[in-house]
Each structure stands twice: as structure tokens, then as C-alpha cells.
């Protein structure tokens, strides 16, 4: 039984985003023509349209497993960047690349930064494939951010973190936005910050309960 993908794309669109408050059009438009199913293992192509965590990646050692965020979620937080046509945007923790095809509709530029190289590696044949060339797949820490092309309009962070790291407040360009999920499971909350003459401010939007990306774990602090 063959799977009709385009009709899975249409009902994410209006029972997942649009029923979620996700009323950017370019936005809407990208996530409707993207397929979802290229990014996720062949084994859950099937599953590919569900209102869940997918997973991508399964935990290895000291790697945790990865995930591809639900679309309900993850359209929330990109329409919460606001990217524009001219923006250059950092992706950091882009797993299978996703959501750097998704900026890439939105964007001019993407870089788009993994730690886990056979998911870089993945994920840069998926984009070629899908003739994404506004978008450039490179290795690194997560928490570092990729300054050789900073500043940035722009920064994701894909997934769940402790804390946004200064370092990624340095990498963002004046009038520049950065978008995040900070917290845990249903605590968490999304995060919009903007830098303004070189202060960077913040404040939360809405709770959102996300997988969160390796490398950002707040180091515990001792009261004596």
C-alpha cells in the first residue's frame, strides 16, 4: 500500500498548524510543499506526519538520541523568529535538516550546525537531493554556535536547553532575533530574544514541551 505523502502534508497543515495558531503563509506554504518523509528513517516514513517526537536517531554512549520536533511545535517557533526574505539564519541542532529546509524557503541564507556527523552527513545529501542551495550543513559544538559566519539575523536553537550561552548572543547581528525552548518537558518555554544597540533582551511566549538538544546542560551549582 503506497502512502500518499502530499495528503498527510495538507492535513498537517490545517489540523496542526493553522488549528495552533501558525498563520505565516510562507511558512504554511514551505511545511505543505517539504517532505517531511525525507528527513526521518526509511523504517518511519509512514510516521513521518504525526503529532509527536520522531526519532531520528537512536542514543549511542554519551550521545543522546535526536529527534525530529512535532510540526505543531516547531512551526510555532519558526513563525516566532520572524525570519524575513534577506535574513541569514544559524539552524543549530538541524539533526536530519528539516528545519534548515524550511528556513530555506524563508531565508536567504541558512547555515545550518550539527554535532552528530552522520546526521550532518545525512542531512546535507537530503538537501542537495531536495536542491536546497541556499543552505551550507556544518560540524561543531552546539552550544558554540558557527561564528565564521556570524552575525547572524537569525539563530534557532532546535531543540530544549538550560540556558542560551553568551557566545550566541555574540554571534547575533544588530536588531537580530534568536529563538528558544528553555526549561524542561512541560515547564519548558519558548523563548524569543532580540538585540537592541548591543543589548540583548528576552521574554518568554508560550509553553512548549520539546526534546532537548545535547550540550547545553546547565553545569550544577553548590550553595555551602
Not at 526549561?183 to 543589548?199: C, L, P, Q, S, Y
Amino acid at each position: 500500500m503506497n502512502t500518499d505523502f502530499s495528503v498527510q502534508r495538507a492535513n498537517m497543515v490545517e489540523g496542526q498548524l493553522r488549528t495552533t495558531d501558525v498563520t505565516n503563509t510562507p511558512l504554511l506554504q514551505a511545511m505543505g510543499e517539504i517532505p517531511r518523509e525525507a528527513f526521518v528513517p526509511s523504517r518511519k516514513k509512514a510516521l513521518a506526519y504525526i503529532d509527536e517526537d520522531l526519532e531520528i536517531s537512536s542514543a549511542t554512549g554519551d550521545a543522546p538520541a535526536r529527534y525530529l520536533m512535532e510540526p505543531s511545535p516547531f512551526g510555532k517557533l519558526i513563525q516566532l523568529a520572524e525570519v524575513q526574505p534577506s535574513d541569514v539564519v544559524l539552524d543549530i541542532g538541524t539533526g536530519s535538516g528539516y528545519s534548515a529546509a524550511v528556513l530555506s524557503r524563508l531565508a536567504s541564507f541558512v547555515v545550518a550546525l550539527e554535532c552528530d556527523e552522520n546526521l550532518a552527513q545525512s542531512a546535507t545529501e537530503t538537501l542537495s537531493t531536495l536542491g536546497a542551495v541556499n543552505v551550507a550543513v556544518v560540524g561543531g559544538k552546539l552550544a558554540e554556535g558557527y561564528k565564521d559566519d556570524a552575525p547572524y539575523d537569525v539563530i534557532f536553537i532546535g531543540g530544549a536547553v538550560d540556558e542560551v550561552p553568551a557566545v550566541l548572543f555574540d554571534q547575533l547581528r544588530e536588531g537580530g532575533r534568536l529563538v528558544a525552548v528553555i526549561g524542561e518537558g512541560n515547564a519548558a518555554r519558548a523563548h524569543v530574544f532580540v538585540k537592541d544597540e548591543g543589548i540583548v533582551s528576552g521574554r518568554p511566549v508560550f509553553n512548549v514541551a520539546v526534546k532537548p538538544l545535547p550540550g547545553f546542560r546547565k553545569e550544577a551549582e553548590f550553595v555551602f
